[in-house]
């Protein structure tokens, strides 16, 4: 059968994204003290018993708290319940039954979705009899556990696939490719606009304040046959403006989430210009070895003419010069302005980063650079590169053998990239020259 999805919904720092990143074996949601901090979905995929389980976790459940992001994030509630196969409601075994338990009960129960109230917190046997409390809330399983221990987190997973009926009927699905396309860029870039733009719904809260998204948030999405899968992050700062640990956790997580994606889409704002902080994560992006698309933001709020567009490209290419060979597109989030090419153009890339070059054609290419361009000698030293092979993708790697591979200077490696790049056609790709020793 298909990967069954949980949903953890509860009241803010009742242990869900504790619980969470315990299924997962990593810190995957960001953890603190502080109310709130979980904002979004945020989805993750863990096995027991040879069954994958898909959880979700969800902000804090708050109903008559005034605050701006709490109508969000009840929304995110009612959608990861509405989504989920299997309701894990989960309580606080310290605090007793509260206010905004009973409401959420009510909810869970109108869902008519396999569920249970997992009470945490239970960190020692003594500590059970405090779950018996929650039956109140009319549904009828109940369970104490410790996210924090993971005292009986396996009898929990236990009874989700019992309810589920699939203990006993586990089949192996076809693992599906996906595509990983992180979008990253300066806070309040438009980052979450653009993903429920592309996704067609409200899936990232979305707000005027800097700072709403803290983790990763995963979307998955089939565009023209390709599987893709969304990656929404935190507002890049600068390390120094890091004001607390939650902005330095959420910072580990958006470099993360570029590290591991495919493609990497960063927004500029359009009324801003290209800043020291964006060309700061283009250096970041291509440390990493990832294809790279530009996407300029806010278009809409920029008085224009005819030749805008070109003038804001050759200011973002003059201030940063290996930025001519990556695809620039202009948008807006907000009236969905040119938001098609967003992906039409972001799968090119990946097609481009995942080019096998063949040995024969490469060398075809080298022996008529070095008959026009070859490299300068050195000390009366001649310099010869004798033989060029790729040997690698994501990142696109060639090696180069000759017999002073420390002689090649930065102008000639320079003249290569760009001649391989312009006749192999890999725009929004970085090149790496590796030179060695024949």
Same mark, same amino acid.
């Given at each position: 059968m298909l990967t069954p999805r949980v949903a953890i919904i509860g009241r803010p720092n009742v242990g869900k994204s504790t619980f969470f990143n315990r299924m997962l074996s990593k810190r995957h949601a960001i953890v603190d003290p502080q109310e709130g901090i979980t904002r979004d979905? /945020?989805?993750?995929?863990?096995?027991?018993?040879?069954?994958?389980?898909?959880?979700?976790?969800?902000?804090?459940?708050?109903?008559?708290?005034?605050?701006?992001?709490?109508?969000?994030? +009840?929304?995110?509630?009612?959608?990861?319940?509405?989504?989920?196969?299997?309701?894990?409601?989960?309580?606080?075994?310290?605090q007793g039954v509260m206010p905004n338990d009973k409401?959420?009960?009510?909810?869970?129960?109108?869902?008519?979705?396999?569920?249970?109230?997992?009470?945490?917190?239970? @960190? %020692?046997? @003594?500590?059970?009899?405090?779950?018996?409390q929650f039956h109140e809330l009319g549904i009828k399983d109940v369970l104490p556990i410790s996210s924090l221990n993971g005292r009986l987190t396996g009898d929990l997973l236990d009874q989700i696939l019992k309810k589920l009926k699939i203990n006993d009927n586990i089949t192996t699905t076809e693992k599906k490719s996906e595509i +990983?396309?992180?979008?990253?860029?300066?806070?309040?870039?438009?980052?979450?606009?653009?993903?429920?733009?592309?996704?067609?719904?409200? =899936?990232?809260?979305?707000?005027?304040?800097? !700072?709403?998204? =803290?983790?990763?948030?995963?979307?998955?999405?089939?565009?023209?046959?390709?599987?893709?899968?969304?990656?929404?992050?935190? !507002?890049?700062?600068?390390?120094?403006?890091?004001?607390?640990?939650?902005?330095?956790?959420?910072?580990? +997580?958006?470099?993360?989430?570029?590290?591991?994606?495919?493609?990497?889409?960063?927004?500029?704002?359009?009324?801003? !210009?290209?800043? =020291?902080?964006?060309?700061?994560?283009?250096?970041?992006?291509?440390?990493?070895?990832? !294809?790279?698309?530009?996407?300029?933001?806010?278009?809409?709020?920029?008085?224009?003419?005819?030749?805008?567009?070109k003038i804001f490209h050759q200011e973002i290419t003059v201030k940063f010069k290996s930025l001519q060979h990556y695809p620039i597109i202009f948008i807006s989030a907000l009236t969905k302005q040119r938001i098609h090419?967003?992906?039409?153009?972001?799968?090119?890339?990946?097609?481009?980063?995942?080019?096998? /070059?063949?040995?024969k054609k490469l060398n075809e290419l080298l022996k008529k650079l070095l008959n026009k361009n070859p490299p300068q000698s050195e000390h009366g030293k001649q310099i010869q590169i004798k033989y060029i092979t790729q040997v690698s993708? %994501?990142?696109?790697?060639?090696?180069?053998?000759?017999?002073?591979?420390?002689?090649?200077?930065?102008?000639?490696?320079?003249?290569?990239?760009?001649q391989f790049r312009e006749n192999f056609d890999l725009e929004g790709v970085p090149i790496i020259l590796s030179f060695r020793k024949k």
């Open positions: 979905r /945020i989805y993750g995929k863990m096995e027991w018993c040879g069954q994958d389980i898909k959880f979700i976790d969800t902000g804090g459940f708050i109903y008559d708290d005034k605050n701006e992001f709490n109508k969000s994030i +009840r929304t995110q509630s009612n959608d990861a319940i509405e989504e989920a196969d299997f309701v894990l409601f989960m309580v606080d075994a310290k409401i959420l009960a009510n909810s869970v129960r109108k869902s008519n979705k396999p569920c249970l109230i997992a009470v945490n917190k239970c @960190d %020692e046997y @003594d500590s059970d009899k405090l779950a018996f +990983r396309i992180a979008i990253v860029g300066m806070p309040n870039v438009g980052k979450s606009s653009l993903t429920n733009a592309l996704l067609k719904k409200e =899936r990232s809260i979305v707000t005027p304040k800097a !700072g709403t998204t =803290r983790d990763a948030i995963d979307a998955e999405l089939k565009w023209y046959g390709s599987y893709i899968n969304l990656v929404d992050t935190a !507002g890049l700062r600068k390390l120094a403006k890091l004001t607390d640990k939650v902005e330095y956790y959420s910072r580990l +997580r958006a470099n993360s989430a570029i590290k591991n994606s495919d493609i990497v889409l960063i927004l500029i704002d359009a009324v801003k !210009g290209f800043t =020291r902080q964006d060309k700061s994560i283009v250096d970041e992006v291509l440390r990493n070895g990832k !294809g790279l698309v530009l996407i300029v933001n806010k278009w809409d709020l920029v008085t224009k003419n005819s030749s805008s567009s090419r967003v992906l039409e153009v972001a799968l090119d890339v990946y097609a481009r980063t995942i080019k096998k /070059i063949s040995t993708t %994501e990142p696109t790697i060639f090696a180069l053998y000759t017999n002073y591979p420390k002689k090649i200077k930065t102008h000639y490696i320079r003249f290569l990239e760009n």
